[in-house]
């Protein structure tokens, strides 16, 4: 117990988190307490203290030979809390504040560079399957290194763990390279200003599979996101179905993602990090045989050939970049998913959005229409909507 007294003789509350609608300063009668060391009593008189000029702080100091009382009493205007619990709260709120917002313009600063590498690989070398393979790769290797030298601890997993992520780590997967194949087809930013209709999956998903429903307002935020996305669309100077469909495909298979996430993340024994590196390495695995398939060794040697005698020994390390940047990013969005509610993951998923819009419309010079950017604008605002209903 610890609280402040003034030179007048009353107890100061500016340090104590009270109530921010309790008075600062306060009669000392009505709020001196005191711990009782030896023996079960209640104080009869309320304590008096005249001045505390020269008590600096008191320990155990017995006021009375009946009773001992601890008492830690300073100089109101000075008060420094000698109880530590009693900053605590404020400072660790302060600190998960600041650890949070860290997090999220790491988040959006290497998705943006991630986004600029992927579409400038895209361009000279349009196989997106191999490339998303490659990203997941990447990540699985960064993170099997990190174990073995022990900068990340190792997950203790067990099998029931890899059965609940395997549909994860499928929706994972489809979520990725439909995304990845939306990119090669169109601008980055168009992918994204469709990405940015996910909320309204999520909604139709969790009302007509799961079930689930909604107040009102979470409906009518569905009309400016499909409605801006849907503007988007149709006045698109570089439209390509492909590239449209890709991103739709991508936001269903990521509301299911999130949705098995979830789950499979309640209760889990892995931190968030650990989590997305587990879900890397069976996302490789389902993906590598599927890339195969669909693009295979003889097209890559020819691409890859093609593609360094366009951008010349450089173009490895933007692959390297767009591998690396895609692996931290997630990385670091999954270990905020694990500080915050999904709803705050989704507000700083739709301002990512905007980051890499603007981003990637100035250094691609991607050419706008004003009713195309509008509709882009009404699609994001949507989203803002829909968060606050969600509420
Ligand atoms: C991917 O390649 O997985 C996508 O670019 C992911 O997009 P998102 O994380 O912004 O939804």
Redesign the pocket.
């Given at each position: 117990m610890a609280f402040s007294i003034s030179q007048s003789g009353l107890v100061s509350t500016k340090r104590l988190n009270l109530c921010p609608a309790v008075p600062r300063v306060l009669p000392l009668p009505q709020f001196a307490k005191a711990k009782v060391v030896n023996g079960d009593v209640s104080i009869k008189r309320p304590l008096r203290v005249s001045s505390v000029a020269k008590f600096g702080s008191l320990e155990s100091r017995t006021l009375n030979p009946k009773f001992k009382i601890s008492c830690r009493a300073q100089e109101g205007d000075q008060a420094r809390p000698l109880d530590p619990e009693i900053d605590q709260v404020p400072k660790s709120e302060a600190a998960q504040k600041l650890k949070i917002g860290i997090y999220f313009a790491t988040w959006w600063a290497l998705?943006v560079v991630f986004n600029i590498y992927n579409k400038k690989v895209l361009n000279a070398f349009p196989y997106p399957w191999l490339t998303?393979t490659l990203s997941l790769a990447v990540g699985s290797l960064i993170m099997l290194l990190s174990w073995a030298t022990r900068i990340a601890e190792t997950p203790k997993t067990d099998l029931e763990f890899w059965k609940n992520l395997f549909p994860v780590a499928v929706a994972h997967t489809i979520?990725?390279v439909a995304?990845?194949v939306s990119m090669s087809k169109v601008a980055v930013s168009f992918t994204h200003i469709i990405?940015s209709g996910e909320p309204a999956f999520s909604v139709l998903v969790s009302r007509f599979l799961l079930g689930e429903s909604f107040p009102v307002p979470v409906y009518l935020s569905l009309i400016p996101i499909i409605g801006g996305c849907a503007l988007a669309a149709v006045t698109e100077l570089n439209f390509n179905m492909i590239g449209f469909m890709g991103a739709m495909i991508?936001n269903l298979a990521?509301v299911f993602r999130n949705i098995f996430s979830k789950r499979g993340m309640t209760g889990k024994s892995v931190s968030g990090m650990n989590y997305y590196a587990c879900l890397s390495m069976l996302s490789l695995v389902i993906l590598t045989p599927f890339a195969i398939a669909m693009e295979g060794p003889q097209m890559w040697a020819a691409g890859w050939q093609e593609a360094v005698s366009q951008i010349g020994p450089n173009f490895v390390w933007w692959v390297a970049a767009q591998s690396i940047f895609?692996h931290l990013y997630n990385q670091v969005s999954y270990m905020s998913l694990d500080q915050i509610s999904p709803l705050t993951f989704s507000i700083g998923n739709t301002m990512?959005r905007i980051s890499v819009i603007v981003s990637s419309i100035i250094i691609f010079r991607t050419p706008v229409q004003p009713v195309n950017a509008l509709g882009a604008a009404i699609a994001v605002l949507g989203t803002f909507i829909y968060s606050q209903a969600k509420q």
């Open positions: 998705n998303s979520g990725h995304a990845t990405k991508s990521f895609y990512k």
